[in-house]
């Protein structure tokens, strides 16, 4: 099986460099495609400079997680993949871990999105994730009951954290839709790989590092607004019968961690979910970062 994985760099070159140096290192077939999404320029020219061996794509403007993935993701397929991996550039995966998804994506014809068992880089008996739930009916969607080594357990959706995609289904179905811009669009592939006949599926004998904490300050702030947001996003796409009782509770769940927010004051946070609410009902999707980072709501 042909393995191409696919890198996302934001403004942490360093991390990003990290991360495909060690998948460079697993004894497989593989390549390695790095996007730097609109970085600052001494991130596009360290990525220029330190990288070999890897394929780099640069875009001019930050793409969001979707359209950044997607300028790989093509090219990709265009040079004939059997599966690809997103990897986040925060993630610390072994090529046992990797080797593992690619014998369940081998062995299992159904199973068209595998990922590992997510835990705390920090305290590896945390669990952060045992696959996801569907995100139109769950806020905390990360599931972390513990999976036995050898479990392969069906999920609503892979966290885009680690994930690895059979090349088939996204001929079959498209790309990463880029109107999430962040958070939701893997989840979105699921759901409609699922229609199209494929599961998704989460490994107990993959193991994955994710350093939480080595995330972005901004991207924390901005992680609230998306995930209101898209849920809105998702509903209008999945759930068009059910679309006015989704949209009343999330408008109420949003209502009441905003007022929260404002309680604690915790005016950016409460801003960033109000205009999340806002943008799902009147449809603007896509990349928000300078109205939410400038808390304008127009």
């Given at each position: ?134 995100i139109a009916r769950h806020m905390a969607s990360h ?58 599926a989460v490994s107990g004998s993959a193991v994955v ?25 998702y509903i209008r796409k999945f759930y068009p019968r ?57």
């Amino acid at each position: 099986m042909t393995l191409d994985i696919v890198i996302l760099n934001w403004n942490q070159a360093v991390d990003t460099l990290a991360c495909a140096r060690a998948a460079q290192t697993w004894p497989m077939d593989k390549r390695i495609w790095v996007v730097d999404n609109g970085s600052r320029a001494e991130d596009a020219q360290l990525l220029a400079e330190a990288l070999e061996g890897a394929q780099v794509i640069y875009s001019p403007v930050n793409r969001g997680f979707a359209g950044g993935n997607n300028l790989a993701l093509q090219q990709a397929l265009d040079a004939g993949c059997d599966a690809v991996l997103l990897l986040n550039n925060d993630a610390q995966a072994g090529a046992e871990a990797i080797a593992q998804l690619q014998r369940v994506l081998s062995e299992r014809a159904e199973i068209g999105i595998v990922g590992p068992l997510l835990v705390d880089a920090a305290d590896p008996h945390r669990i952060l994730s045992a696959g996801g739930k569907d995100i139109a009916r769950h806020m905390a969607s990360h599931s972390l009951e513990p999976l036995q080594p050898g479990e392969l357990r069906v999920v609503d959706y892979v966290p885009g954290t680690c994930v690895l995609i059979r090349a088939d289904v996204l001929r079959a179905v498209g790309l990463l839709d880029e109107d999430y811009f962040f958070g939701g669009e893997v989840a979105d592939l699921c759901a409609t790989a699922r229609q199209n006949g494929w599961l998704s599926a989460v490994s107990g004998s993959a193991v994955v590092r994710h350093a939480v904490d080595r995330s972005a300050i901004i991207r924390r702030q901005l992680h609230v607004y998306y995930v209101i947001r898209n849920r809105f996003l998702y509903i209008r796409k999945f759930y068009p019968r059910r679309r006015l009782l989704l949209f009343t509770l999330w408008t109420m769940y949003a209502l009441y961690t905003a007022g929260l927010a404002l309680a604690q004051r915790q005016l950016i946070h409460a801003r960033a979910i109000g205009l999340g609410c806002l943008d799902g009902w009147r449809a603007r999707f896509g990349g928000q970062n300078a109205r939410v980072t400038r808390g304008q709501i127009t």
